[in-house]
């Protein structure tokens, strides 16, 4: 990481002041300005690093809502098909066949015709094939 090449000069921190020369305290000057660097050097990814958390959180929220919109979408449209196809089917048994039989006056029975039948209660007994 970043310490390990100042590790040598860390260890002069343990030495007693009154061994120290000059030039030990000027390393060790050096030593407290590069650490200085890296620690703002950390500060300032870590303000980076904050701002991108957010981003990525507020990035998450809005794919969460776009999923639950596509979701609640889909489940529309599948109710919807479903309805629709219920309602083809409630269409289907409105739909009823007429009576095939003519009457006196020329006009066709208007009454809906038997299952099984092409004929109504009243005409089916008169019609059989």
Partial sequence: MYFKKYYPLLFLLLIPKSLYSQKNIDSLKQVIDSLSIIIDSVKSE???LKGRIVELENLKEVLLNQIKRESDFVKEKSAQKQTNQKNNTD?????????KAILKNGKRCSRKAQEGSDYCWQHQNKNKD
Wanted: charged share 40%; glycine share 0%.
């Fill in 46 to 48: 870590n303000f980076f």
């Fill in 91 to 99: 269409k289907k048994e409105k739909v009823y066949r007429q009576c």
